[in-house]
């Protein structure tokens, strides 16, 4: 029997307490389809922070690689100055664990939940493909004359052909294995960025060439998101830099049925990935019960999903939209009809 070792960083504000109703459909998922896991959990986040002054212990990059994975709750304290946990703890493990993707399925469950009119489930039902460790990420710029009425600030995108290529054959594999219609779009910016999105085009349409059975498109990130909001049907895979990902996966959250529902992963195809919710930490939520769980719950099935249990994953998803079609009356934090613990009571139940 398959066993796997899982570290948790429930972090802060609602963090704890989504995870908790993930790791509810974890162990219902194990039980189901019969393999076994181990957690080890990790304090890293705001509390430790302001307690300790530390962000992470040196040792803890080395540590986490011997995991099968990583499940995430949010990170972000309203009494810690914005970017150190940021930079300390996201970044640095993307950056450190060589998570260069970025996954983002933007799935409608319910159309009741959709705020653009007339569109189905079928409809909103696309992958965001989004490089992780490269572009504006990488902190790169400087200030000049800083403090003058002569101030500049640059900041630098960084792009390697390298680091470019990586992403999008895994964009092509994955549209090969799960596009729906086996279409994988390049989102950029070409008649303005023309030297990072020169590269990008480039080697966008040189490894193509690999996928004769995959149909390409490009659409400049503006018109991205203006088809997002007309015509998301159009979509099946989409390839983008970091910060033009960063930017359409939160359109896209909004067009599924917002942040209670969006889930993301940050993947290292050959070593240890980390799974998320996007919305964030919710610190004015904490303590109340009432944060939607079901994009961590969602989390924990793109989790099963990588580290090879597609069967229980699966599952987990099923059981999510069982609850959201025929239970919810709204995915807003307090505005669903349960709690945060009824809610993955529920999901759980339905595992078993």
């Not at 181990?38 to 040196?58: A, H, N, Q, S």
């Not at 450190?96 to 319910?110: A, E, M």
């Amino acid at each position: 029997m398959k066993n796997y070792k899982i570290a948790v960083i429930p972090g802060d504000g609602t963090g704890p307490e989504v995870v908790a109703e993930g790791l509810k459909s974890l162990e219902a998922a194990a039980r189901k389809f019969d393999f076994h896991y181990e957690i080890v959990t990790y304090d890293f986040g705001g509390d430790r922070y302001l307690r300790t002054k530390e962000v992470m212990p040196d040792s803890a990059v080395a540590e986490l690689k011997t995991f099968d994975a990583i499940y995430l709750g949010a990170i972000g304290h309203p009494d810690v100055k914005p970017g150190i946990l940021e930079k300390g703890i996201l970044l640095k493990l993307r950056f450190d664990l060589d998570q260069y993707i970025n996954l983002r399925p933007v799935q409608l469950y319910d159309e009741r939940f959709c705020p653009v009119k007339n569109k189905t489930c079928d409809d909103v039902n696309f992958t965001v493909v989004r490089e992780n460790s490269e572009g504006l990420y990488k902190g790169l710029g400087e200030f000049r004359d800083k403090g003058t009425p002569d101030e500049v600030a640059i900041q630098t995108s960084y792009n390697t052909r390298r680091g470019i290529e990586r992403c999008i054959r895994y964009a092509f594999e994955y549209t090969r294995r799960y596009g729906r219609k086996k279409m994988l779009t390049l989102c950029g910016k070409t008649n303005v960025l023309t030297y990072a999105f020169d590269l990008w085009e480039r080697t966008f349409y040189e490894v193509a060439k690999e996928y004769p059975d995959i149909k390409t498109d490009y659409a400049h990130v503006d018109a991205t998101t203006m088809w997002f909001v007309k015509s998301p049907e159009w979509f099946d895979v989409i390839v983008t830099d970091n910060m033009f990902g960063d930017i359409i996966t939160d359109l896209g959250a909004m067009i599924q049925g917002g942040m209670g529902i969006a889930a993301g992963g940050n993947i290292n195809p050959e070593g240890v990935s980390m799974f998320e919710p996007i919305g964030g930490s919710a610190p004015k939520y904490t303590g109340k019960n009432i944060i939607n769980p079901l994009a961590a719950i969602c989390a924990l099935a793109m989790l099963l999903k990588q580290i090879g249990q597609a069967p229980a994953a699966a599952a987990v998803e099923d059981a999510v939209k069982k609850v959201v079609r025929e239970d919810l009356k709204d995915l807003a934090a307090g505005k669903m009809g349960y709690s945060t613990s009824e809610i993955g009571d529920m999901v759980a139940k339905n595992l078993k």
